[in-house]
Structure formats: structure tokens, C-alpha cells
């Protein structure tokens, strides 16, 4: 914290020293504009007040330059002077200032003005800061709209972890692991990234999240980072819509390379949130649910879609399916419903 | 029986990409138009069974289609549910007040959306 003033005469910048000072906040002060563009560049003040009538450089013109300054430019500024027309008023906030005082001043009236502003900043400092974590933590996984939708109200996003319900879905490409032992390590990379943009575009425009890759598999969550009533249907229909593809989207590719992929979706709580060690950390869900998903994902074969009885409940009515019985799930005691999305 | 024909009337891509799902997911056949203009040739020219009509469209908006629908007594009986942005309040009242049958607010819940269809289409099949 640290609050500049500037004023060229003696006194004026005494009285601005002992007033910021008697707030308890630290105050470096100098006597023209020169030292003023100096010093917030390499201190990067919280504050700047500035005095107008300052022989060398107006306050106007240090104004300018501030602002002209990307390491300057948003730090905020309240103008000094006794100039009390309204035309070099009107000129300061042209110019960016942020507040503007006439001498002589009252200094409780300046205390408040200071305090207004420094609680500004410190607001403005704090949005942007969690704006940042945010473009961060999702820009990469979700859908640009969404992470617009989330700067506009960050306060939907809670990372610190929470229990919801959500809808996994795991895809795999069936028969790729064999596939290393006879494709050029090269090619077969180029040839997994296609898969996984193709479905990376079409998670992402159905408004689910991409949460990782595991080799040739990918995750995604459905209901997170913001809330979505048809969280299931919407996991389901992007099955759909991958698989209605892919028989155009395997043209490019020679029959070897033409993979079924295999779906895995399952509704269910779990905990969402940022998971790792504090430099490395991962926006995901963990939970028995995601384990579900993943395991009807490693029962399918084929090109199928499998989804829960869970998942199916929120779309009944909406598509048609076919009962598969049910499965064991390594570590549950009771059995999963499995429907087969036709 | 011949499948249920929708004409969708949508100009953002990921929206049409939703409708287009759900509407391949209950197996009805559906035609697609990108403004207003173009809504009400096809409509004439293809009679559809529902018209999902997003409201803000280019070249002509989906009210002033609307009302130019709802306006030919050949095509009046057509249900259209309008498509409207949550944050725009009133727009659901001027939907009505043109002639749309129901409404839908974006983001589209993508159940209500099939529920509505089911409703609206299931009762044209008894009325027939």
C-alpha cells in the first residue's frame, strides 16, 4: 500500500503528507511531475494525488502520460488545484482523473476521498484478480460464451470444492492402444489430436466441460462450472452427435485408423472443485460417479453408448433406449442399471 | 404415419446444433431457416407441423414472421413456439401478443424443449 502526492510548494505538500500519514497509510511525496511518472512506474502506488500548478509538467500533462503507460495507467488519480472553473474540471476527467479536489480543501473531506478511492481499487484489484483464476482454471475447457457467462458473475463459480450432482461422460477410442505397435508414433498423434478436436468442439457446443484427457480417452462434466437443468440429456446428446459423425469424419483416414468410440455416462453426486497441490492444480470432479462413468465407458464395445439408469431417469422421453440388466461396479455394494442409447 | 416436420428458425449455430439433436432424438424431420425472411417462404412452401422461432433474427425478426404467419389463414393453425433470451423481460409478452403458442427462454433447457414439442405435437396427431 502507498500513497503518492505531488505538489512543487513546500507547504501544500507538508499538509498532504500529514494527512495521509495521520490515516495510517505509507506516503512517499515529490515536488514535480517528472518524479511522479518515476515513481509510480517503479512503485506502483495504490493513490496518486496530484497537484495541477506544477511549473516543468502541468498535472495535466503528467495525467496524459500516465495514462499513455500500461504500468500506470490504472492506478487512480485525484486532482489538486485552485482552479476552481469548471472548464479545467471538466479537463482533468477528460483526461482519466478519478477525483478532483479545490484548494483550499478540507482535509477530513480529502481523508473520505482517499479512503474511497483506495476501497475502489482494492475492489477493482480483487475482481480482477479472481477473473484472472477463472479465465485460467476454464478457458481451455469450456465454451468461450461460458466463461463469458462466468466473469459476468464469478460468483457462480466456486472452486474451492463443493458436493452437486453432475453427469459424467467418458469416450474412448476402441482398439487405439494396439494401434502404437504398428503406426508411426508421429502420425498417430496427429491422427488422435483429429479425434480429440472433433470431439473437444462438439463437448464444448453442447455446454459441457472438457476435464482431461487420459491417453485416448477424454472426460467430460456436465452441470459445472454452471448449472444446467438438462445437465444428462445434454451428455447424452453429445453421444449422439459424435456418433451420427463419425462415419463421415472416418473418411479422412484409412481403414485402419477408422475407430468406434465408446461411450460411458453416469448422473450422480460428486465433488467439484480445484484438485491438486497449490501450484498445480486441476479444475475436475471426483467421486464414486465419475468411477461409474468410466467403468460403463470400459464395458462398452462397438460404438455404443451406455448410459446409468441414474442418467436415464432425467431423459426418459426424450430417446430411445434399449435395457442392457445390470452390472457389478468394482467397490459398490449395489448393482448399476445399464441402458444402451440407440 | 409420416414423421412430425419442424421447422426450426434459428441464426446461432450452437443453438440450431442442440435443436437439431433433440429433434433427431425423438425422430421428427425438421427444415431449417436463418431469419424471418426465410421462415415465411419456407413455411408456405413446406407446411411444417410446429415452428420453433427464435425471436431476434435478421433481415425480418421473428415477430414480424409471426405475425405474417399467423396472419395467412392457410398457415394459422401452424403452433409456433417462440425462442426468447432470459434476460430480455418482455420479449415473452410481445411473443404472445404476436401469435406464438408458447414460449422458450435461452439457454434452452433442452427436457423442456422435447416436452413441449411432445405436447404440442402429439395434440395435432389426435386432432387429425
Known sequence: MLVLVADDVQDSRQLLIDVISSMNFPVAAVANGFDVLEIARERQPDLIILDVNMPGMSGFEVMERLKEDVTTASIPVILLTALADIESRVHGFSLGADDYLTKPYNPRELMERVRTRLRTKHETDELRAIQQTIRNTFERYVAPTVVEQLLRDPSQVKLGGTLQEITVMFIDLEGFTSLSEQTD?????????????????????????????????????????????????????TARHIRARLTEFHQQFEPLHQLPLNFGIHTGMAIIGNVGSPDLMNFTAVGDTVNIAARLQGLSEGGRILISSHTYQRITDSLRVRPLGEIQVKGRTEKVMTFEVL | MDKARILIVEDNHDNLTLMQDVLDSLEYAYLTAKDGEEAVRSARANRPDLILMDLSLPRMDGWTATKQLKADEQLAHIPIIALTAHAMTGDKEKALAAGCNAYLTKPLNLRELAGTLKQYLSSSDSAT
Open chain 1, 185 to 237: 508414433p508421429e502420425k498417430l498423434l496427429a491422427i488422435l489430436n483429429t479425434y480429440h478436436t472433433m470431439i473437444v468442439n462438439l463437448i464444448r457446443e453442447h455446454g459441457g466441460t472438457v476435464d482431461k484427457f487420459m491417453g485416448d480417452g477424454v472426460m467430460a462434466l456436465y452441470n459445472t462450472p454452471l448449472p444446467q437443468p438438462d445437465h444428462a440429456l445434454r451428455a447424452v446428446l
